[in-house]
């Protein structure tokens, strides 16, 4: 079977403020460590054939986290975050069995999660034809039109609950309960390793299941922002998306489309 892993960070065994998360700061090397610990988990209960291939989308920061010493032969990276389009499916248009959404976390103003938030710490709310979503639900829906099912979503337990409450069937797994912005209850590595490995394995069989998540055109993504430099980038770059004192609205005939021109605006 062939898997996409998309990678962040905020969601990992142990990770509970930005400074674990953000490249460069003080406890980055800690956040490193988890998101080996949590990633090589995921691979190891994927890859239960020879001919199993994996490929991981890190779509943290600058897209440069995945430490590649030990990584299976069998597992390559996409580094850099190119963006998605609707000509590569969002890099999803090599005929993938199921995508897992490692270390993801809430959407933003969900109270009591911990390090939520929507791809932008600007983003306050992001909407598709009236369909609240965050990263999980945006990454889910790009994935379904390339006819692609999320499967799998490791998180805290709001990023977790929230998946479960959108895609009803996907597999969870928890490796902390959030308890705040900057808080959680964390589960040890010795833990979190094997319900990593137990809800990897579960992939197989649950791809066979679940139906890519598709939301049909055209699209109306609409995106709702706090003041400040991004969001006054956008008012000169397309006013025509401007449509109200803090929203944008990003038109196309799919999410991908749309997404991709909120992409070029903020470039």
């Not at 390090?115 to 889910?140: K, P």
């Amino acid at each position: 079977m062939k898997w996409m892993i998309r990678v962040d960070m905020e969601g990992l065994t142990g990770v509970v403020n930005m400074s674990q998360v953000v490249p460069g700061a003080g406890e980055y090397p800690f956040g490193l460590s988890m998101l080996k610990h949590d990633l090589l988990a995921v691979i190891d209960g994927l890859l239960q054939a020879e001919n199993d291939r994996v490929v991981l989308y890190d779509i943290h920061f600058f897209g440069t986290n995945v430490e590649f010493f030990s990584l299976d032969p069998r597992v390559s990276v996409i580094c850099g975050k190119p963006n998605y389009t609707p000509e590569n499916k969002a890099y999803l248009q090599e005929g993938y069995d199921g995508m897992v959404l490692l270390g993801l976390h809430a959407r933003a103003e969900r109270p009591g999660s911990v390090l939520n938030h929507n791809y932008e710490h600007d983003i306050r709310v992001m909407s598709v034809n009236g369909l609240v979503v965050g990263e999980i639900g945006l990454e889910a829906l790009m994935a379904g039109e390339a006819g692609v099912p999320l499967v799998l979503v490791t998180a805290d337990s709001d990023g977790a609950k929230e998946a479960r409450e959108l895609l009803p069937g996907v597999l969870t797994v928890t490796v902390k309960e959030s308890l705040g912005d900057a808080a959680a209850l964390c589960y040890p590595p010795s833990v979190t390793g094997e319900l990593l490995r137990e809800g990897a394995r579960a992939c197989a069989k649950k791809a066979a299941e679940l139906k890519p998540f598709v939301i049909d055109g055209p699209i109306e993504l609409d995106m709702q922002f706090k003041p400040g430099e991004l969001f006054h980038k956008l008012v000169k770059r397309v006013p025509e998306a401007f449509v109200a004192p803090d929203r944008f609205v990003f038109k196309g005939d799919s999410v991908l489309e749309a997404w991709e021109k909120y992409l070029v605006a903020k470039a």
